[in-house]
Each structure stands twice: as structure tokens, then as C-alpha cells.
């Protein structure tokens, strides 16, 4: 249970520092507020992420955490931004999704 609460903190959290750097550049004025706010949410995150480690094998946590964060955030962006994919990307974010999976219920590994 707390597992997957840390591991949704780490995921939304990457994705709101993604936002907030976009928001950031999208005018100079916004640019150190995105900067700032964005980092503290990267930060913020770290802590969700170490706890992931303690309880998932290394490669799993890693492969959940930074191919999820990857995957989300591109989904992000098209929801907020409009920042298009074109077909063959769509396809190359399905493949990452596809490898977490097999990373995360491949089996044989256990917690270290």
C-alpha cells in the first residue's frame, strides 16, 4: 500500500516538474518561477523514489519509476501543451511501456 502511494507520488511529481518547466519557457517572465517550482518538485520526488527502492528490486524500481515518469510526462505534455507525437512515437511509447512491464512482472527477482 505505501509502496504504491511513493510510487504515485514519484510519478505525478516528475510530471508536474515537466509542466512547470514547459510553463516556464513558454515566457521569460515565467521563466525562474518554473525553474524554482519544478525543481523543488524533482526534489520532492527523490524521497518517493528512495522509498520505491526499499521495497522493489533495483531494476524494477528503476525501470518503473524512470520509463513511468518518461511515459506520463510525454503524456502530459500532448494533454496540456498539444505537443504532438507522430505515429512512430506513439509506437516508441508503447515499446518503453512494454519494457517496464516485462521488467516489473518478468519475474526472478526478489526484494534485496
Known amino acids: 500500500m505505501l509502496l504504491g502511494i511513493h ?3 514519484y510519478l505525478l511529481f516528475q510530471m508536474i516538474a515537466v509542466l512547470l518547466y514547459k510553463w516556464g519557457s513558454t515566457d521569460p517572465k515565467y521563466y525562474w518561477w518554473g525553474f524554482v517550482v519544478g525543481n523543488i518538485f524533482s526534489l520532492a520526488s527523490i524521497f518517493s523514489f528512495m522509498y520505491v527502492h526499499k521495497g522493489l528490486h533495483p531494476n524494477i524500481a528503476l525501470a518503473v519509476c524512470t520509463g513511468g515518469a518518461f511515459v506520463i510526462c510525454q503524456a502530459a505534455l500532448f ?3 498539444k ?3 507522430a505515429p512512430w512515437q506513439w509506437c516508441g511509447l508503447a515499446v518503453i511501456l512494454g ?3 516485462l521488467v516489473a512482472f518478468g519475474g526472478g527477482m526478489k526484494v534485496s
Do not use: D, P, S, W
Request: charged share 0%; proline share 0%.
Open 7 to 9: 510510487l504515485t507520488v
Open 79 to 81: 494533454v496540456f501543451y
Open 83 to 85: 505537443q504532438a507525437l
Open 99 to 101: 519494457g517496464i512491464l
